[in-house]
């Protein structure tokens, strides 16, 4: 079946610094990848998404680049903030009538110091 | 646009009673999500459903049900609580599963005791 590994964590970064959380999947088809976001005490939102292989989603000052001959996903920032603390989880899943849901990676917590 | 709501938020129960946790999205999404999230454990779809009368089990159906008599409901029952439910539940819908995003509620934070 489908999986998604993400680094482990915590990550604990100086504010500034540049962010890198390392995604990889096993997917039987072709996905869609996602990044979600948690904050503490809240549900998931979507930070960037990528459709198809060579896309690169952004948002808020973060990256990523769907990479099939890597199977990769990896999330970038280049100067993190207090702001970025959060959980934030690699996703798959697909279109065109496969319903079932999001495949989700076991998230990564970081934590950006002042 | 209130987006996906559930409800209650938090809730202790006892060992053998049961719940239904609320569930609506004011979206006219299609696709509703059941997750499960344990600590370390990412999250784990429990049940889903395509549209109304449409529902499935997704990877960890065991002691829950569903229903979606509407498009806007997708509550969750849980039968004969037990410690291993002890959990943070997440609803979610979505337009179009592989393209759009989905929204996720806030959560519902069960201990069972």
């Known amino acids: 079946g489908d999986s998604v590994t993400q680094m482990e964590g915590p990550v604990t970064l100086s504010e500034e610094a540049f962010l890198t959380i390392n995604c990889t999947y096993t997917?039987?088809?072709?996905?869609?990848l996602f990044w979600y976001v948690q904050y503490p005490g809240e549900g998931l939102q979507l930070l960037l998404k990528?459709?198809?292989?060579?896309d690169k989603g952004s948002n808020k000052g973060f990256e990523a680049t769907y990479r099939k001959e890597t199977t990769s996903f990896h999330l970038e920032k280049g100067s993190v903030q207090v702001s970025d603390s959060a959980v934030y989880f690699c996703?798959?899943?697909?279109?065109?009538?496969?319903?079932?849901?999001?495949?989700f990676g076991k998230g990564t917590h970081l934590i950006i110091q002042p | 646009n209130a987006g996906v709501t559930q409800t209650p938020k938090f809730r202790i129960l006892k060992i053998g009673q049961s719940m239904t946790l609320q569930c609506t999205q004011d979206m006219n999404h299609n696709y509703m999500y059941w997750y499960r999230q344990d600590p370390g454990m990412g999250l784990k779809l429990i049940y889903y459903?395509?549209?109304?009368?449409?529902?499935d089990k997704g990877e960890v159906p065991n002691g829950y049900n569903v229903s979606r008599s509407t498009t806007e409901d997708f509550p969750l029952r849980l039968e004969l609580a037990a410690p291993s439910q002890t959990s943070v539940y997440f609803c979610?819908?979505?337009?179009?599963?592989?393209?759009?995003?989905?929204?996720f509620g806030q959560g519902t934070r069960l201990t069972v005791v």
């Open positions: 979610a819908s979505s337009y179009s599963p592989g393209h759009t995003e989905a929204f």
């Open positions: 997917a039987t088809g072709y996905p869609s």
């Open positions: 459903s395509v549209g109304a009368g449409i529902t």
């Open positions: 990528a459709t198809k292989a060579d």
């Open positions: 996703a798959l899943t697909y279109s065109g009538g496969g319903a079932d849901g999001l495949t």
